[in-house]
């Protein structure tokens, strides 16, 4: 990501941020619109997942200037989602909703280079998710115990 990206993403989630559950609905009304059959991984009552999201999006935000600081967090995140039931194509539609549910929440202020800054993001975070849920838990559990 680049400085200006960085810059983006950050204005940008900060004017979302003072309406997150707003946004956390668009995101998981969009998704499961895309994809109805992801309804089933979600607990019926939304709104500990709702507020989950929300959290997470805004440590990764507020970290963007180290995101190489997240990446074990975020493969660890990966895993426990493999656990839950999800598969790597479930990512791309993931995407697709937090994007659409960004460009919606900022209206008119949405533009191009805020699509390409955030899919940056998400593509980063997305491949440390499926990196983690694809490491087998021996090759974790020895990566863990070299460095401790």
């Not at 990196?131 to 115990?145: F, I, L, V, W, Y």
Request: proline share 4%; net charge positive.
């Amino acid at each position: 990501m680049t400085p200006r990206q960085i810059e983006l993403v950050k204005t940008s989630f900060a004017k979302i941020a003072p309406y997150k559950e707003q946004a956390a609905e668009l995101l998981y009304c969009r998704l499961f619109e895309l994809d109805p059959s992801l309804r089933l991984l979600f607990p019926s009552d939304m709104t500990e997942q709702k507020q989950k999201v929300m959290t997470m999006l805004a440590v990764m935000v507020s970290n963007l200037d180290k995101v190489d600081t997240l990446l074990p967090s975020v493969r660890e995140l990966g895993r426990r989602h493999r656990g839950y039931g999800v598969l790597q194509r479930h990512y791309a539609v993931v995407g697709q909703a937090l994007l659409w549910a960004l460009e919606i929440g900022l209206g008119s202020t949405w533009t191009r280079e805020h699509a390409e800054a955030w899919q940056a993001i998400y593509e980063i975070i997305s491949a440390a998710m499926m990196e983690g849920a694809n490491t087998p838990d021996s090759a974790r559990k020895a990566t863990a115990r070299a460095a401790a």
